[in-house]
Every structure is written in structure tokens, then in C-alpha cells.
């Protein structure tokens, strides 16, 4: 398709162990973006690309998760070693590009994590 | 940080309805976004505002970026069970950190048919 696409839907873990979260942003999109809903809140964010470089890594909210992205295109999150906490949905976007602020983010459906 | 504060949380209405939702935030934003989720789907943009004193429509819904560039608020005429969903409103910084959006909290729209 033609949008932003995240995998898995659903993921059910145990505490403790690590997660792994895929985007795969709208192609030609250089500009990509984690945010993280949990229940009855709005969206926080949590990191931003340009390209492959994480300029803004600001929103992680500690060193358990980290993030990249290759080739300019699909992005990876990875949670360490996982607390009930982090039970959330992770939502990815991108735009076209970042420049001048204007550019609309569009957002997948999301990965709804569940740490048991 | 910033701060957003959308009110109200949630809204029952009747089919036929307009309804009115808004934000205020502690700080100045340049751009005031509105966006829908539904269930199980990502946040889809409804409305962008980029002036104070805005006012811009998309069909049946209309939205206005305040002229304070504090606040902004969502209208939506004759809703339709359609429009059930969260609503979101999202402020834009300026300077080097405008690619960050800061959402509010949502507000839930439920319309009885």
C-alpha cells in the first residue's frame, strides 16, 4: 500500500524481555517519526529521523530504548529489556521532509505492545 | 515543556449535533493541527492552521487558530455517526525543533444515531 505500514500489529511480552518495532515509512518520505500513545493520552514523541541520523532523540524515555533506520526508508525501535510500563501504542509517521515545519506527518496504525 | 489542555475528555451527542472542542496551550505554537483516530488505525489529519486569527474549513468541520497562538478550537456541524472517534489537537513549535508535534489528550466523540 500506499501509506505507512508497522509490524507487528500486536505484540504480547514478558516482562524483561526485548521488543522489536518496525516502520516502514511512505517511500520518498525522508523524514520519520516514533510516538508513543498510552491509554486515555495523547501522543508523546519520542525520537525523529532526517535521512538515517536521529537528530532529536529527546522523547526515549531512558536508555532501554533505542531506534534506527536504514537506507533512508525502514525504522526499527527497540525496547530493552521490557517493564509493564511500557505497555502502550507505538505509533511511527513520516513526512516528505522536515523542512519549514509545514510538511504533514502521516501516522501508521501503530503497534500495541503488552507487557505482561 | 509545553503543555496542551483539550477539553472536553468525551462528548455523547445526538446525530444532528454540532459540536465544539478546543485547546489551550501554555506557550505560543506556529501551527495548530487537528487529527482523528479511530480504533485501531494511526491519527489522520483533518485541519492545519498556520495563522493567528485563522479560520479554515474542511466540509462540515471548521477550525480556528486563536489569536493569541494559544489556543484553538474544533468545530463540527451536523455530526453523523461517522464522526465517532478521538480527536486530537496538536501544536507546532518554531524554530529548530518544528518538526515536533505536541498533542493534547484527545476527546472522545460518541454519536448516538
Known amino acids: 500500500g500506499a501509506g505507512v505500514s508497522q509490524s507487528p500489529s500486536n505484540k504480547v511480552t514478558e516482562k524483561g524481555k526485548d521488543v522489536e518495532l518496525r516502520c516502514d515509512p511512505i517511500?520518498?518520505?525522508?523524514?520519520l517519526y516514533w510516538y508513543r500513545q498510552s491509554l486515555g493520552q495523547g501522543l508523546e514523541f519520542l525520537i525523529y529521523?532526517?535521512?538515517?541520523?536521529?537528530?532529536?532523540k529527546s522523547g526515549l524515555p531512558s536508555d532501554r530504548f533505542s531506534a534506527e533506520r536504514t537506507g533512508g526508508s525502514v525504522s526499527t525501535l527497540t525496547i530493552q529489556r521490557t517493564q509493564q510500563e511500557d505497555s502502550a501504542v507505538y505509533l511511527c509517521a513520516s513526512s516528505f521532509s522536515s523542512a519549514g515545519g509545514t510538511d504533514t506527518q502521516y501516522f501508521g496504525p501503530g503497534t500495541r505492545l503488552t507487557v505482561l | 515543556g509545553q503543555q496542551l489542555n483539550q477539553s472536553p475528555q468525551s462528548m455523547f451527542i445526538q446525530e444532528g449535533e454540532d459540536v465544539s472542542m478546543n485547546c489551550t496551550s501554555s506557550?505560543?505554537?506556529?501551527?495548530w493541527l487537528w487529527y482523528k483516530q479511530d480504533p485501531g488505525e494511526g491519527p489522520v489529519l483533518l485541519i492545519a492552521l498556520y495563522k493567528a486569527g485563522e479560520l479554515t474549513s474542511n466540509g462540515r468541520l471548521t477550525a480556528q487558530f486563536g489569536i493569541t497562538r494559544k489556543d484553538s478550537f474544533l468545530n463540527i456541524s451536523a455530526s453523523i455517526p461517522s464522526d465517532v472517534g478521538i480527536y486530537f489537537c496538536a501544536g507546532r513549535s518554531s524554530g529548530g525543533s518544528n518538526y515536533k508535534l505536541t498533542f493534547g489528550k484527545g476527546t472522545l466523540l460518541t454519536v448516538n444515531p
Open positions: 517511500s520518498g518520505h525522508t523524514a
Open positions: 529521523f532526517q535521512g538515517n541520523s536521529a537528530p532529536d
Open positions: 506557550s505560543i505554537f506556529n501551527t
